[in-house]
């Protein structure tokens, strides 16, 4: 027969087969050999329906929902942040232009005198 090995948080750590029938609470019988048990909490008779995997963290609807809310918080940050600087740098931009403008008149102007023509 197949039991489900528990640890000491009733949450099955393995599958076993066995020969006899054990006596030990943290060895439930299954109906056959189902990996799905794996990491699955055993209370009150009843499997639970969400793993506990070793090292995850299980969050709760209102953790959850303050998470999103922060998230979201954090992304009007950024779009207000980003459009701001992209702002500024389309400012520099047109300032750069207007100068490199005035710097190619200059040269025109420059090199029309050094033709022997006027400015």
């Known amino acids: ?9 009733n949450i099955c750590i393995g599958i076993s087969e066995l020969a006899g029938e054990p006596n030990d ?5 299954l109906e056959a050999f189902d990996e ?4 699955k909490k ?10 506990h995997i070793p090292g ?7 953790e959850i929902a303050l998470l999103l809310s922060s998230v979201s ?11 701001t600087r992209l702002e500024q740098l389309e400012q520099q931009n047109l300032i750069l232009m207007d100068a490199l403008a005035a710097t190619f008149e200059e040269i025109l102007s420059f090199r029309a005198l050094m033709e022997g023509g006027t400015a």
């Open 36 to 39: 799905s048990y794996i990491w």
């Open 56 to 62: 995850t963290v299980v969050l709760h609807q209102d």
């Open 25 to 29: 609470s943290s060895l439930i019988p």
């Open 1 to 9: 027969m197949f039991y489900a090995q528990l640890n000491k948080d």
């Open 73 to 83: 918080q954090q992304e009007a940050i950024i779009r207000t942040v980003t459009q």
């Open 42 to 51: 055993y209370e009150d008779g009843q499997w639970s329906i969400e793993q």
